[in-house]
């Protein structure tokens, strides 16, 4: 409906210039937004005072004039100026019913796929080989997979990239410690704790001479594509992204060994890049190192910064890795968009990796790169999540906890769920909790880390949504066979406020694909969830004394509310559950 009226208004400016009232290049931003306080309107425009100056005319009579070019139309009840000239569109009500009962009945809510899609690369998650996940990895894997959910929903080929550590000198050390463990195991090794196995490898690699040494020619081996170290380092990929893929799946994360496009990927790449570099004069010598050095970063003498490229010794650096990724992810996979889901501390070496790509013509204009930097996890005492004795958390660990956490939640709740049902309605409700009090948060601050607050079924928690949705499908079983839709005719005051944040949904969805902020969906479906309870309480729908029309009308909104709920919770990576 926002479109709709922006385009209302779009007609309306070009008829101003017809008559001569506004100049031809004269271009406003045509903005529309919904209404804090609906005995306000739906919507409201600050078209007109945006217009007043160029017009030479108060804002309220520009207002005047604007609402005179605009048509009677069906879908809107009224218009009126308000305060120093906004101007305030009042929704038809049988044109919000019929949008509402759009979202209960079409496939996708009625939603269209976008008229420009596009070929969006996603690189989050990221972990490194021969490491375990921890809760640093959370807010990178579940925000980008929301995002790239949402991406895709609205009709973008997406590209997941799993950008993992699989390279670098450390993994001489581990050939040569998972050779010694094989050879011990009779070729039987079974790793289920990566970070023993790499403090094991570490410790030897320090405290046997002979090992050290081993290692390090194993590192040369590898880089010089030895057949045998390539195929043990190929073991310690795969070793460490099937113990991944077990948290993946089980935090219902849509990443799959597909996706992984490890730092080796780039390896070819890099000489051919310096050596690109160099020719095109971007990148100079400086004590035996190739620096590139940018007029947009400057230290504290003032002085462009230098960014080295490749090492005095030869080897080359993370950035120059990240130059060859860009490079890539438009040759190879044809990005028209790149979001980077990384920690904020990465913020300038992206954008210094990124501006030397574009200097050299890798990555045009047209192909838009954006780092989606987020906050650190806390915990009650304000510092990075730890746990009691000042470890790294696992993630497995996490989440183990969150499941011991929920069942506890139902040990006192009368259910006829059968043992099986039980266990997933808690693995449910365990996950969603975390992944939540994640998406929730704005992703660009810090957020502090709290059991109580995140399993409670009250306020902004993925078990209150949760339960929302398993009231609406007890609402429809109580109904049975009689649960007939019907068109929407929103009478009282509670039915209207829900119908109008319903249609929010599209707006709010395409709202998070450009921003890449899912917490702004959050907010969207706990106001949603709050409004249906308010609607829930005041507007039978099962009772005796309701008519079948006004029944068959509130059974529609309940359905379009359990389908905008399901389809978001959904984009979030959180699954719903009929009964809790």
Wanted: hydrophobic share 40%; glycine share 6%; charged share 25%.
């Amino acid at each position: 409906m926002k479109q709709y009226i922006q385009q209302l208004l779009s007609n309306c400016v070009n008829n101003l210039k017809d008559k001569g009232l506004l100049e031809a290049d004269i271009q406003p931003k045509i903005i529309v937004d919904n209404t804090k306080d609906r005995s306000h309107g739906d919507f409201a425009t600050n078209l007109a005072m945006q217009l007043s100056k160029a017009m030479k005319k108060n804002p309220r009579d520009v207002a005047a004039l604007i609402i005179e070019q605009l048509p009677n139309d069906e879908k809107i009840q009224k218009i009126e100026i308000a305060g120093p000239g906004f101007i305030n569109f009042y929704q038809n009500a049988s044109n919000l019913g019929a949008q509402v009962k759009k979202l209960a009945t079409e496939a996708n809510l009625g939603i269209k796929n976008t008229d420009n899609p596009q070929t969006i690369v996603v690189d989050y998650s990221s972990p490194n080989v021969a490491k375990e996940m921890a809760v640093h990895h959370i807010r990178s894997t579940v925000i980008g997979d929301s995002v790239v959910r949402v991406l895709e929903f609205l009709g973008n080929k997406v590209i997941r990239a799993n950008h993992i550590g699989d390279w670098g000198t450390q993994f001489g050390m581990l050939i040569a410690y998972l050779e010694k463990a094989e050879q011990e195991n009779a070729n039987d090794l079974k790793v289920s704790d990566l970070e023993a196995f790499y403090r094991e490898a570490k410790k030897l690699y320090d405290e046997d001479a002979v090992f050290a040494e081993k290692a390090r020619g194993y590192v040369v081996k590898l880089q010089s594509g030895d057949q045998y170290c390539y195929q043990m380092w190929q073991k310690l990929v795969k070793m460490t992204m099937d113990l991944n893929q077990q948290i993946y799946d089980r935090l219902n994360v849509s990443l799959t060994d597909k996706d992984v496009m490890g730092e080796s990927l780039y390896n070819d790449m890099l000489p051919k890049i310096v050596e690109d570099l160099k020719n095109k004069k971007l990148a100079v010598e400086n004590q035996g190192a190739m620096v590139v050095y940018l007029d947009e970063f400057r230290g504290k003498d003032g002085n462009p910064m230098g960014v080295i490229v490749q090492k005095s010794d030869g080897g080359y650096l993370y950035t120059t890795t990240d130059i060859a990724c860009a490079k890539y992810r438009v040759d190879v996979l044809h990005a028209n968009r790149i979001l980077c889901f990384a920690d904020s501390r990465q913020h300038s070496h992206l954008l210094q990796a990124w501006q030397i790509a574009r200097l050299a013509g890798y990555v045009p204009d047209t192909v838009s790169l954006e780092h989606e930097s987020f906050g650190m996890m806390l915990g009650k005492d304000g510092k990075p999540f730890k746990t009691r004795t000042g470890g790294t958390v696992k993630l497995t660990d996490l989440i183990d906890e969150a499941e011991i956490r929920a069942q506890k939640l139902f040990e006192n709740r009368e259910t006829d769920f059968t043992p099986e049902e039980k266990k997933k309605v808690i693995h449910e409700v365990a996950v969603g909790a975390i992944k939540y009090a994640d998406l929730s948060k704005n992703r660009t601050t810090d957020y502090i880390f709290d059991w109580d607050n995140m399993l409670s079924f009250d306020g902004n928690t993925s078990p209150y949504l949760q339960y929302a949705y398993t009231r609406i499908c007890s609402i429809f079983r109580k109904a049975g066979d009689c649960a007939e839709l019907g068109d929407v005719t929103l009478i009282h005051e509670n039915e209207v406020n829900l119908a109008s944040k319903l249609i929010q949904f599209e707006e709010t969805v395409k709202n998070v694909a450009e921003k890449g902020m899912p917490h702004i969906l959050c907010n969207y479906l706990y106001e949603l969830s709050g409004l249906f309870m308010k609607f829930y309480e005041t507007c039978p729908i099962n009772k005796s004394d309701v008519d079948e029309q006004t029944k068959a009308s509130r059974l529609t909104v309940c359905r379009a509310t359990a389908a905008v709920l399901k389809q978001g919770l959904n984009l979030l990576g959180i699954n719903v559950l009929e009964k809790m």
